[in-house]
């Protein structure tokens, strides 16, 4: 059975940096594409970024593209989201998702992923 659950969130004033880890159990890196997806209140959810050693490569949203990282840990199966340079419209609930079944085509859609985390909060203050 696969589990995620993130940690990290936090306030923090625009400018600065946050890391948000999402510790995944039941799966192995080398068979799952692992993502990431906020929302924003009103808004849809939507896609921050992924990595997939199986497909070989890392995707960013381009809002977030040149200021967050994503990686992979396989020793302490975790993967960490390195946010810098923050912005309010960063604000949102963080969620950490995976999936044994992505292609490269579906990578940034929602529907792709069938594990979900319980998301956490980020708020950026301007």
């Known amino acids: 059975q696969v589990t995620l659950v993130e940690s990290g969130g936090g306030l923090v004033e625009a400018g600065n940096s946050l890391t948000l880890s999402c510790a995944a159990s039941?799966?192995?890196?080398?068979?799952?594409?692992m993502a990431w997806f906020r929302q924003a209140p009103g808004k849809e959810r939507e896609f921050v970024a992924a990595?997939?050693?199986?497909?070989?490569?890392?995707y960013y949203a381009n809002s977030v593209k040149g200021r967050f990282s994503v990686s992979t840990d396989s020793a302490k199966n975790t993967m960490t989201l390195q946010m810098n340079a923050l912005k309010p419209e960063d604000t949102a609930v963080y969620y950490c998702?995976?999936?044994?079944?992505?292609?490269?085509?579906?990578?940034?859609?929602?529907?792709?992923?069938?594990?979900w985390g319980h998301g956490t909060q980020v708020t950026v203050s301007s």
């Open positions: 998702v995976s999936s044994s079944s992505v292609i490269t085509s579906q990578v940034r859609s929602q529907s792709a992923y069938a594990y």
């Open positions: 039941g799966l192995t890196f080398t068979r799952y594409t």
């Open positions: 990595i997939s050693r199986r497909m070989g490569g890392t």
